[in-house]
């Protein structure tokens, strides 16, 4: 089993506005250190791979960037988001992005080779805003151990 996150965050502005050049300009170098980080599986890309780019915003928004990737294990996860150059950008994040008013990233178990979704990953999202943690859907600072029962249970809800 892998564990699967989505995160959104809705921007103050566009991302090639004056406001979000630091993030904008560390947008590449923080993937690619997501990339060579322990237990990093997949990343979302738009347009690349099997996922077709999505000929609409996912969460209606064009201001709301999606980030949505797959790793080895939670505590890897949790290392990178952490212990690196992201804890900066999440500690910042009220430079360059508002408050949503409910819960913006959600973890679940895929099994091992899986590629989410965007469609899927935001149906987790909204299962968590929804019911709350959940073996299905739930937050990085929960700690659901792997289970196959886990798997697909976000329309199940």
């Known amino acids: ?20 050049k630091e993030f904008r300009d560390f947008l590449d170098p ?7 980080s322990p237990g990093f599986v997949w990343r979302y890309e738009e347009g690349a791979g099997v996922q077709e780019k ?3 915003p996912p969460f209606g928004d064009g201001l709301i960037i999606v980030n949505l990737s797959v790793w080895e294990s939670v505590e890897q996860l949790r290392d990178f988001t952490f212990q690196t150059v992201h804890s900066y950008f999440l500690r910042k994040r009220g430079r360059w992005f508002t408050g949503l008013g ?8 895929v099994a091992k ?45």
């Open 1 to 20: 089993m892998h564990i699967a996150e989505i995160n959104i965050a809705r921007m103050q502005a566009p991302l090639d506005a004056d406001s979000m």
């Open 30 to 36: 923080v993937n690619a250190l997501a990339e060579s």
């Open 54 to 56: 999505q000929p609409a």
């Open 102 to 109: 409910h819960p913006q990233v959600a973890c679940w178990w």
């Open 113 to 157: 080779g899986a590629r989410p979704t965007v469609a899927e990953a935001k149906a987790k999202l909204e299962l968590l805003q929804r019911i709350g943690t959940s073996e299905a859907a739930f937050a990085l600072s929960d700690n659901y151990p792997a289970s196959i029962k886990g798997i697909g249970k976000a329309a199940d809800a």
